[in-house]
């Protein structure tokens, strides 16, 4: 009779340095966690006793960062008075756009009530934040109402900006060869960019049947959700070709200047991913600012430099800016759109006034806590920090964030410290993922396994775990 083996069975042959212990971490599956998921309760869990520190808490947002908040500070405090203010009924598992790109989710996988996700006790004002007034301690929501607080916890996450590309509008998506498998309204329950990416994968296949279309997978100036999507795209797509033995012309353009920020990934991209495909184009430093969506033509801007003049005193040759505009022919796009924080922050005093993170959350980076506001603190993508706009980040955020308001509220010293953790799953082709896992000094591995790695079980544990972690543990405040 053949052994029927396990996941933990599978995880110890495939990694023999991974220990059993730390095998059951990764998978999630402690005796604690296990119980979490089959009974949905933290009854076996050990807490710190409950805090008995008194304010009114405004958490603004429904999305990963603000739920977590309000699950973990509702458990924190032994009378908590919470409000969180958040228009969206629908909560979306927004990691699952991607997998809805390759057809391995449908919509229904990522979606779940937001009623079913804010914890008992909390207040929901079903609205949306339109002015913070962080001098009255208070904020405006759309319908004109002000809601008072003593504390507040700034989650909105971030928005997107397709009207910045010139010629493009969100009506476009979905049409003559345009993807982007970000769009969605979390507001209006839907996560179109998923499905949408999907039938685009279709169609690029189709073409290539016929011939060799040409693709371009596009990442923008600014700071973006998640980071590795772009090139997911690109290689899922790819990928989907190369199974049926089909190719097609493809270009990832980047404003950046390498594959990827943490030089074990970027070797590993540069070494064994794009060879493998041998159909791929890089531009370097390529902004998307303008589309022909009928002409099919995308143009941008190219930022480069050129050597000046020797210095004699530097002892170097002085290095000379240049900018070009770039039109480049298509069949086919997908579409990363720049991104900022929304205009509710940007337009307050909350956002960082100056430097690169203009418009970004103004808080220190390590403890969470607003630089000017001590009663404000943030968690999530609205953050203007360094490193961290990924799910895995915003559940780093958390007990940081968390601890520290507390100890504000206590008047204690803020000892919790973000390190700027962020992880992002880069899925290399269908069935292998390289676990990108980084801080503030560099890669940051969870687990004894090189950073740069593409492995399949990875795949398994991103398609087959990550999502009900998120829900179960993640949602809430639990781990």
Not at 415 to 420: L, R, S, V
Request: net charge negative.
């Amino acid at each position: 009779m053949k052994e029927k083996k396990t996941l933990l069975n599978i995880l110890e042959q495939e990694t023999p340095k991974m220990s059993r212990r730390d095998a059951l971490k990764f998978m999630g599956i402690s005796p604690i966690a296990a119980g979490v998921i089959a009974q949905g309760t933290s009854g076996s869990i050990t807490e710190a006793k409950a805090s008995s520190a008194k304010g009114k808490i405004v958490i603004v947002g429904g999305g990963a960062g603000a739920i977590m908040a309000a699950a973990r500070l509702n458990r924190a405090l032994s009378d908590p008075d919470i409000t969180i203010i958040a228009p969206n009924e629908v909560h979306l598992y927004q990691p699952g756009q991607v997998f809805m790109a390759a057809g391995e989710y449908t919509f229904d996988d990522i979606a779940k009530n937001n009623a079913d996700l804010i914890p008992d006790g909390v207040t929901w004002i079903k609205d949306a934040v339109e002015t913070f007034d962080p001098d009255n301690n208070r904020v405006v929501i759309r319908s004109g109402e002000a809601i008072a607080y003593d504390y507040l916890v700034v989650a909105t996450g971030l928005q997107y900006h397709y009207e910045w590309i010139e010629g493009l509008s969100i009506d476009d998506i979905g049409k003559n060869g345009i993807s982007s498998v970000y769009l969605n309204d979390p507001e209006k329950g839907t996560a179109d960019g998923g499905s949408i990416t999907h039938q685009w994968f279709k169609d690029v296949h189709a073409a290539a049947k016929e011939g060799n279309p040409r693709v371009i997978c596009t990442q923008p100036a600014t700071a973006i959700k998640c980071g590795g999507a772009p090139q997911k795209i690109l290689y899922l797509s790819d990928d989907y070709l190369k199974r049926d033995g089909l190719s097609a012309d493809f270009v990832f353009a980047t404003n950046s200047g390498s594959l990827f920020g943490v030089p074990e990934v970027n070797e590993t991209l540069v070494n064994e991913v794009q060879p493998r495909y041998g159909n791929i184009t890089n531009k370097f430093k390529h902004n998307l600012v303008a589309i022909d969506t009928e002409k099919k033509v995308a143009t941008f801007e190219h930022k480069y430099q050129i050597q000046g003049e020797y210095d004699e005193d530097l002892e170097e040759y002085d290095m000379i800016d240049k900018e070009e505009k770039v039109q480049l022919e298509y069949d086919f796009i997908h579409i990363v759109p720049p991104m900022s924080a929304p205009d509710a922050v940007v337009n307050s005093p909350l956002g960082w006034q100056k430097g690169s993170g203009k418009g970004w959350l103004e808080v220190d980076r390590e403890t969470l806590q607003h630089r000017r506001y001590k009663n404000v603190f943030g968690i999530g993508d609205v953050l203007g920090v360094p490193k961290g706009k990924t799910g895995g980040s915003a559940r780093h955020h958390a007990p940081v964030m968390v601890g520290n308001l507390i100890a504000e509220m206590e008047h204690k010293e803020l000892k919790e410290k973000f390190d700027g953790y962020t992880v992002c799953p880069l899925k290399t082709q269908y069935g292998k993922i390289i676990l990108a896992e980084f801080d503030y000094n560099g890669a940051a591995p969870s687990f004894p396994l090189a950073v740069g790695e593409q492995r399949w079980i990875w795949w398994a544990f991103d398609l087959y775990m990550l999502k009900p972690m998120y829900w179960y543990l993640m949602m809430r405040g639990l781990m």
